[in-house]
């Protein structure tokens, strides 16, 4: 057993999740009747629209209950080549789109059938806790840019000129940014669009947060629209969980050049086969249906964000930048003296707070909140927040 134990495959070494691990702990302290503020989830607090939980119960009704091809059903494929048409000014195919249980699992794939040893991929600091354990995972070397709130969080196209190497396969692009909630200005984008054409590497955009964005000065640009040249070296990752309040569902979708797409469809193929079959009909009428509620929830999301930046940036020794997309304020708390897991540990244990530490996103000395929850609950949070700084 000691054998077994001592040998290394690329997973062997693979951290869970901190988000969930701390979301977990705080449902689970909720249970137990204590007073807790969630501010860890990146799930809205919103239920799914009533028009897309009716579609899938008529296909469960309708006996949608068999397979699928394994990369979706053909009318969900079809509305999602024109939702990238319409809403992102990417000309794709049914047969380069791939419909997956998750983004999350979009953007594994995608890593997984393109990079493996040797290959080096880039990725920006903060970036998604998920990404570094992804690559690492698929056996290839990650390479993280530090970015800087001054700069908007965005990658300094002299930082990429520097990072970029003959083994550099991929970078890895999130905007709207899952922790810091900062949206990539266009002419960023069209900068780092020309290094990769230049070097000729893949860009893998995930773009889950695309319809969560407040200020028209950052509105959401897919790098893909830059050019045909952007176009095929791109793999677009999106999905219904946020914008729709779908997390449940696990409802993912991508769209990558063909050559790349056949890969992925295969790994898929052979792993999870179809994503589930009645929930691909909820995913088809919410694409597709009334968008009236999506635009609802963000109007609430705007408020809320407009309500934590202001409340966030008046506690004395804490610095944050205002998001401009998703539902999270990143927020720095270095002048405390403490490291972010020790911060955090102490403000559930003391305020019943969770929020994330900065540490798993690749920046120390900075926590996440979500505000993807009710506006007294942002109140009283932060209130805590506060009082807990104060005694600091």
């Not at 794709?92 to 789109?97: D, H, K």
């Not at 690492?136 to 970029?164: H, R, S």
């Not at 969980?241 to 193929?269: C, D, F």
């Amino acid at each position: 057993m000691d054998n077994l134990e001592l040998s290394q495959g690329y997973m062997a070494n693979l951290t869970p999740s901190a988000t969930l691990a701390i979301t977990s702990k705080a449902k689970a302290m909720k249970a137990e009747g204590e007073d807790v503020c969630s501010m860890s989830a990146g799930e809205p607090d919103f239920d799914t629209p009533e028009n897309i939980k009716e579609a899938a119960i008529k296909a469960l009704r309708n006996g949608m209950t068999k397979y699928t091809p394994a990369s979706g059903i053909p009318a969900l494929k079809e509305a999602i080549v024109e939702k990238f048409a319409n809403d992102n000014c990417i000309m794709t195919s049914v047969p380069q789109i791939l419909v997956a249980p998750g983004a999350k699992f979009s953007v594994f794939t995608a890593i997984a059938a393109l990079c493996g040893p040797g290959d080096e991929v880039i990725m920006a600091a903060p970036y998604w806790v998920s990404y570094p354990e992804m690559i690492v995972a698929c056996g290839a070397k990650a390479v993280t840019i530090q970015c800087a709130a001054v700069n908007n969080y965005e990658i300094l196209p002299a930082d990429l000129e520097a990072a970029v190497n003959k083994n550099t396969k991929l970078l890895i692009l999130n905007s709207p940014s899952n922790p810091t909630g900062a949206v990539y200005k266009k002419e960023t984008l069209q900068a780092i669009a020309d290094i990769a054409v230049k070097h000729n590497f893949m860009v893998l955009s995930d773009e889950i947060y695309e319809k969560l964005v407040y200020d028209a000065e950052y509105p959401h640009v897919s790098i893909a629209s830059l050019g045909k040249e952007i176009a095929d070296l791109t793999v677009t990752v999106n999905g219904l969980s946020k914008a729709y309040a779908m997390t449940g569902w696990r409802l993912g979708y991508l769209t990558a050049p063909l050559w790349l797409a056949k890969r992925i469809a295969a790994l898929q193929s052979h792993t999870t086969s179809n994503p589930t079959t009645f929930a691909q009909y909820g995913g088809l009428e919410a694409i597709k249906g009334d968008q009236s509620e999506v635009e609802k929830m963000r109007q609430a999301f705007e408020v809320r964000r407009d309500m934590i930046y202001e409340l966030m940036s008046a506690i004395p020794g804490i610095k944050c930048i205002r998001p401009t997309g998703a539902f999270y304020i990143f927020c720095d708390i270095s002048s405390f003296g403490m490291d972010s897991w020790a911060f955090c540990e102490k403000l559930l244990e003391e305020e019943k707070v969770a929020a994330i530490p900065g540490k798993p996103f690749g920046a120390e000395g900075n926590i996440r909140l979500s505000y993807a929850c009710s506006e007294e609950t942002i109140q009283t949070a932060v209130d805590r927040i506060k009082s807990f700084c104060g005694r600091l």
